[in-house]
């Protein structure tokens, strides 16, 4: 059974820093795209970051280009997201999406993990 779980989410003041992990198991997406998307309360999900299988290409929203880092470490079947210089606005579920088929279309999601920037 393929899962992919978070994890790295928390409580950070503006300005600050966290680094979001999703591991996946079942199967090996080395060969997919993978992502990450965020949902704020009451606000549809968005996307937020993807990279090609390599590592070779990411794809920014411009809401964080800039301030977030995607990255992948296939030997460890592992997506992360450096966010940096949080804001406010980029209180969220974070999620992990792997094996693209379209920007927004993914084959399996995660279950989320909460980060929260409190000015």
């Known amino acids: 059974q393929v899962q992919l779980v978070e994890s790295g989410g928390g409580l950070v003041q503006a300005g600050g820093s966290l680094r979001l992990s999703c591991a996946a198991s079942g199967r090996t997406f080395s060969g997919a795209d993978m992502g990450w998307f965020r949902q704020a309360p009451g606000k549809e999900r968005e996307f937020v970051a993807r990279?090609?299988?390599?590592?070779?290409?990411?794809y920014y929203a411009a809401s964080v280009k800039g301030r977030f880092t995607i990255s992948r470490d296939n030997a460890k079947n592992t997506v992360y997201l450096q966010m940096n210089s949080l804001k406010p606005e980029d209180t969220a579920v974070y999620y992990c999406?792997?094996?693209?088929?379209?920007?927004?279309?993914?084959?399996?999601w995660g279950q989320g993990t909460q980060v929260t920037v409190s000015s």
């Open positions: 990279i090609s299988p390599g590592g070779g290409y990411t």
């Open positions: 999406a792997a094996e693209a088929q379209t920007r927004t279309v993914y084959n399996y």
